[in-house]
């Protein structure tokens, strides 16, 4: 029997998640098993064409981990925070990079002289958990990401979901208290500006700052500008600090409007929760998050969906990443038979 | 050449819209184009039987209309008041209805000696729009029914979405508003409690006790029980009536907020407004609904979308389920390839 030289056993495939802090790559086989990682900090102040660079460092020093090499490489997946255009790999606007209208995947292809895949960095974590985490065996999929601010992937038939406007599942900017507090997009009674860690962060200090007391005092009246992180506001929870815990807890109950909202709109099987906030908490919030869901939605949509912790911790996105590349490098030998 | 005796052109589909006030029956071709229909009271309080014999002599009379007889015809689909499972053909309840677990599909599939097929009213409304209204030519569609409740339609890839739980897309049961008004369902804030037309005459009525002035106060003093017709809030709205207008208008900006939420959640190409508000309305809410779905999405989904009202009236429901009666049988066929 002839080898199938276009789908070749040994090619390897590489996945990257780019963050605003961190960058992680990953070199993967062809089954999508992880071979070796490497991360770095993003040091967005080096510019679009700086951190391409450093993309392909750490890339480079993925592949030196798994004892292999570039030219093995068929496909690289990358995610990166929206807008972005999948279509064309061009990062449209990004907040957390500063970046306007960089062609990433045209760059990043050049770079390493590989096809490059783009797509959101939530989506590809809701499809790495999809396909190897805590949605695996389920087709239509609600990931909700709650971390500085909150991002989405919804996957129906199995797929995901980008829509018309290419940027579908902005789950932390559905309006769910209208005349609410205002989101950092601007618009009042977003999710992420309920039940986000920079929402919670915002409303301890200002909690602090009219006299409440908090084990997190210290911490927030020293440092006006440093971000409190999610294993901070943990700690504090966990010591059982009031007012964290009540702000905790509310925004818990918000998530579960938000996941609620969720089930009455498409009824998922599975609904995962990750990102900074549950990489933290781990189940601590997951039975306050499930009784709101369950108050604000149908019992029918309800119990036909398992609400589940995120698996794959912050490898999520590389794992989907490098799916991503799988799949693109799928369609396109499919379209060239 | 042999005719193909699987998909006979001469076949005849029936489509029935079964609401709580009125039976809607149509006779179509297999092009779904509409022969003959026809219309009566539900009359609910003859109860689940009655009324399936009712929905008999309602497609007697439709058949009847368009020169056909029952022996022609290879389907039936009929849409309900959910919520219900469309793969069982069974109501399961419907406030609507007063019914609980009624197989209505095998009922009707008995009296009338063919296969029916059975799925939730709205859903086949954004059905009919897409093959033959309003949202023809797209792929993914969120339709808003906006009456007596708010109900929805989602189609994704060209397929409407039920979700692991069978009755996804309850559009009018997302939160919203936090803490809001209480929704028929119990829960607060649900959008439903905040634009249907219900929800608008509840307010209306609480108005009027407190002695607010409007052209509405005899007809809501007059009738305690009798509910306030769309056309009869249209007609204060268009002469001018303050109370009305300011309830209208706080309803579009609820339901912008609501179809900005599915623009960030779907980013749908199109999203379809229908139902009794927009049978009275027309167009004339169009822009404030557009202004607040703007107001509340992001630049890339809203663009992205074209926000229309629904142009088949109270015909989308039966032609949706005559679309429906066609893809099954068309299913069943494939499947017995």
């Known amino acids: 029997m002839p080898r199938n030289k276009k789908s070749p056993s040994n090619e390897?495939?590489?996945g990257i998640?780019?963050?605003?802090?961190?960058?992680?790559?990953?070199?993967?086989?062809?089954?999508?098993?992880?071979?070796?990682s490497a991360k770095r900090p993003t040091l967005r102040e080096v510019g679009p064409d700086g951190v391409t660079a450093r993309i392909v460092e750490t890339v480079t020093e993925a592949l030196q981990t798994?004892?292999?090499?570039?030219?093995?490489?068929?496909?690289?997946?990358?995610?990166?925070?929206?807008?972005?255009?999948?279509?064309?790999?061009?990062?449209?606007?990004?907040?957390?990079?500063?970046?306007?209208?960089?062609?990433?995947?045209?760059?990043?292809?050049?770079?390493?002289?590989?096809?490059?895949?783009?797509?959101?960095?939530?989506?590809?974590?809701?499809?790495?958990?999809t396909r190897h985490g805590a949605a695996v065996g389920a087709n239509?999929?609600?990931?909700?990401?709650?971390?500085?601010?909150?991002?989405?992937?919804?996957?129906?038939?199995?797929?995901?979901?980008?829509?018309?406007?290419?940027?579908?599942?902005?789950l932390g900017h559905m309006v769910v208290k209208a005349n609410g507090p205002r989101c950092g997009c601007g618009v009042r009674g977003h999710l992420e500006a309920l039940a986000s860690?920079?929402?919670?962060?915002?409303?301890?200090?200002?909690?602090?700052?009219?006299?409440?007391?908090?084990?997190?005092?210290?911490?927030?009246?020293?440092?006006?500008?440093?971000?409190?992180?999610?294993?901070?506001?943990?700690?504090?929870?966990?010591?059982?600090?009031?007012?964290?815990?009540?702000?905790?807890h509310r925004a818990a109950r918000y998530i579960g409007i938000g996941v609620g909202n969720m089930l009455n709109i498409l009824s998922p099987e599975r609904v995962v929760l990750g990102g900074g906030i549950f990489e933290a908490f781990g189940e601590d919030l997951l039975e306050r998050i499930k009784t709101s869901a369950r108050k604000n939605s149908f019992d029918v949509a309800f119990d036909a969906c398992e609400i589940v912790i995120a698996k794959l911790g912050e490898e999520a996105g590389v794992i989907g990443a490098a799916e991503l590349a799988k799949d693109k490098l799928g369609e396109r030998r499919n379209a060239g038979r």
């Open 17 to 36: 998640d780019l963050g605003g802090t961190k960058i992680l790559a990953g070199a993967f086989d062809s089954s999508i098993r992880l071979l070796g």
């Open 197 to 248: 860690r920079s929402s919670i962060e915002r409303d301890l200090r200002e909690a602090v700052a009219w006299g409440t007391k908090s084990r997190l005092e210290r911490l927030v009246k020293k440092n006006k500008t440093r971000q409190i992180r999610s294993s901070e506001l943990y700690r504090a929870y966990e010591k059982g600090d009031d007012l964290t815990r009540r702000l905790i």
């Open 66 to 129: 798994a004892g292999r090499s570039l030219h093995e490489v068929t496909g690289v997946g990358i995610g990166a925070p929206g807008p972005l255009d999948p279509d064309t790999g061009v990062v449209l606007t990004t907040p957390n990079l500063g970046w306007e209208n960089f062609p990433l995947a045209a760059k990043l292809s050049e770079a390493l002289g590989k096809p490059v895949f783009l797509d959101n960095d939530v989506k590809l974590a809701a499809l790495g958990e």
């Open 12 to 14: 390897i495939l590489l």
């Open 140 to 170: 239509s999929v609600v990931a909700l990401w709650v971390g500085t601010g909150i991002g989405g992937g919804v996957l129906v038939g199995g797929r995901l979901v980008h829509g018309a406007g290419k940027n579908a599942a902005e």
